[in-house]
């Protein structure tokens, strides 16, 4: 990505704090502080006394872009007070994201002198000249074009002809009688039946009714013999 157009516009540069330093004092806290470097411009924040392996700054400084330098410079250092401070680490903080997006908060490694590992430094940039897409609104966010609110929509009729009207209402049903005894009783009366006294007719002629007797005859009662004698054992005395 080019760059070209930066030369002279201002990149902020907060310097938040370290995490994890080594430790350069054997008996007391160190006092760490931490020294920024881009060209020839050079910045340093206020010793944190007694900030130990993780000291606080939350200190900005203004740099001027020089075209073609991506980078920063950081170094950290322990202060002393009868002898020269002792460097704690260095390290390289790139500037191609903050200058393409506007704002970056990173943390950065630190190097000793023998290339080992010696903490990390928090940074937040911030370049309020870099081009973002138009209607550009949040870091990574996508951009849609902005519309003014429609109108409302009309309520339109789904019919192509006014809708038919509604049905009447249909009238209540009455309510159905509980009982056949709610009816008056009748009083019409019947005169009697013109067949009634009439003789039985005669059989036709050539039937003869088969006779009948009543009561039957009496029949001869029915005599048995006696039983022989000394069939049975006599009963005993």
């Given at each position: 990505?080019?760059?070209?157009?930066i030369?002279?516009?201002p990149?902020e540069?907060t310097v938040?704090g370290c995490?994890?330093?080594?430790?350069?004092?054997?008996?007391?806290?160190q006092?760490?502080?931490?020294?920024l470097?881009?060209?020839?411009a050079?910045?340093?924040t206020?010793t944190c006394?007694?900030?130990?392996k993780?000291p606080?700054f939350?200190?900005?400084?203004?740099?001027?872009?020089i075209e073609?330098l991506?980078?920063?410079?950081?170094?950290?250092w322990?202060?002393?007070t009868l002898?020269a401070?002792d460097?704690?680490?260095?390290g390289?903080?790139?500037?191609?994201?903050?200058?393409?997006?506007g704002?970056e908060?990173?943390?950065?490694?630190?190097?000793s002198?023998t290339?080992?590992?010696s903490?990390e430094?928090?940074?937040?940039?911030h370049y309020?000249n870099?081009?973002?897409p138009?209607?550009w609104?949040?870091?990574?966010?996508?951009?849609?074009?902005?519309y003014a609110?429609?109108?409302?929509?009309a309520q339109v009729?789904p019919?192509?002809?006014?809708?038919?009207?509604?049905?009447?209402?249909?009238?209540?049903?009455?309510a159905?009688?509980?009982?056949?005894n709610?009816?008056p009783p009748?009083?019409?009366t019947y005169?009697p039946?013109?067949?009634a006294?009439y003789?039985?007719?005669a059989?036709?002629?050539g039937?003869?009714?088969p006779?009948?007797?009543?009561?039957?005859p009496?029949?001869?009662p029915q005599v048995y013999?006696p039983?022989?004698?000394g069939?049975?054992p006599p009963?005993?005395?």
């Amino acid at each position: 990505m080019s760059f070209s157009g930066i030369h002279g516009l201002p990149l902020e540069v907060t310097v938040v704090g370290c995490y994890n330093l080594e430790d350069k004092e054997w008996i007391s806290r160190q006092d760490p502080y931490v020294c920024l470097e881009y060209g020839s411009a050079k910045f340093r924040t206020k010793t944190c006394t007694d900030g130990g392996k993780n000291p606080t700054f939350q200190e900005k400084f203004i740099f001027t872009l020089i075209e073609g330098l991506r980078e920063l410079n950081v170094v950290v250092w322990n202060s002393n007070t009868l002898v020269a401070d002792d460097l704690i680490g260095s390290g390289r903080i790139q500037l191609h994201k903050v200058l393409s997006q506007g704002f970056e908060d990173c943390t950065w490694p630190l190097q000793s002198k023998t290339g080992r590992h010696s903490g990390e430094v928090r940074v937040i940039m911030h370049y309020p000249n870099a081009k973002q897409p138009q209607n550009w609104k949040t870091k990574g966010a996508p951009s849609f074009p902005e519309y003014a609110p429609s109108a409302p929509f009309a309520q339109v009729s789904p019919y192509a002809h006014p809708p038919p009207a509604p049905y009447p209402t249909p009238m209540p049903y009455a309510a159905p009688l509980s009982s056949y005894n709610s009816y008056p009783p009748s009083t019409t009366t019947y005169p009697p039946s013109p067949y009634a006294g009439y003789p039985p007719q005669a059989p036709p002629a050539g039937y003869t009714y088969p006779p009948q007797v009543y009561p039957p005859p009496p029949q001869p009662p029915q005599v048995y013999p006696p039983a022989p004698a000394g069939i049975y054992p006599p009963p005993p005395y």
